[in-house]
């Protein structure tokens, strides 16, 4: 990691990309602000959890025990198991971004799978923080407009899916990894976390399946530390 300027050409290559990846996140909010308020949330009560938790699957989690009848301290405790991904996220780019002050709280909310992938593949820490700014408040943005607007429309959208935006954060986020799958290890690191996230979601409780896979991925760190890459 350099601390070399970014040159202009490759600043609007990131934001663009960075740009696109928030509308295809940020889209499925509507999905979000619909299932809550299906669930028994109301509008301020949904779009809070959005602009607060800013964790889309930390608050699909919460609402999902909501509206199968669990208590809300139940449902909260299952967002917070899911959401402590983001810890691992933190050790990882505090190095790597060198915030500082307000930039540093502001780092902390917009935390996220995607601002994470789009700021680890860089080669210089200004172009590092471009892609997790960029990628983070775009994202925040629109997945908060999102929110509202699923709120505000209630059921009257019908099923998310129907419209493929549960596709598009998946493959959006499928984008963000492949460059990482340049190499055979990261190949076989990404397979056994998958199998492990797979394997696991049938016996174990929501969030889990996701720390398992990170697991995977700490112990294959640890095992190959010094190794060349």
């Known amino acids: 990691m350099t601390d070399e300027p970014l040159d202009p050409r490759e600043r609007t290559a990131i934001i663009r990309d960075s740009l696109g990846v928030g509308v295809a996140t940020g889209a499925y909010g509507v999905g979000f602000g619909a299932v809550s308020v299906a669930a028994g949330l109301s509008v301020a009560q949904t779009c809070a959890l959005s602009l607060l938790v800013f964790t889309g699957a930390s608050q699909f989690a919460l609402v999902g025990v ?6 809300p301290i139940s449902g909260a405790l299952t967002a917070l198991l899911l959401g402590t991904r983001n810890t691992l996220y933190g050790l990882r780019l505090a190095p790597l971004l060198k915030l500082r002050g307000a930039r540093r709280a502001l780092g902390a909310h917009v935390l996220i799978d995607e601002s994470t992938a789009m700021s680890v593949t860089r080669t210089s820490t200004e172009a590092a923080r471009v892609g997790f700014f960029a990628t983070g408040v775009s994202i925040f943005v629109l997945w908060n407009l999102a929110t509202l607007a699923g709120a505000v429309a209630g059921n009257a959208i019908g099923d998310p899916r129907t419209y493929g935006l549960d596709a ?42 996701v720390l398992a896979a ?8 640890v095992l190959t530390r010094g190794a060349e890459r």
């Open 66 to 71: 909501v509206a199968s009848g669990g208590a």
């Open 168 to 209: 598009a954060v998946g493959a959006a986020f499928l984008a963000l990894l492949w460059p990482r799958l340049d190499r055979r290890r990261n190949r076989l690191v990404a397979l056994a976390a998958a199998v492990v996230a797979l394997a696991t979601v049938p016996i174990v409780p929501a969030g889990v399946p």
């Open 214 to 221: 990170a697991g995977v991925a700490l112990l294959a760190g």
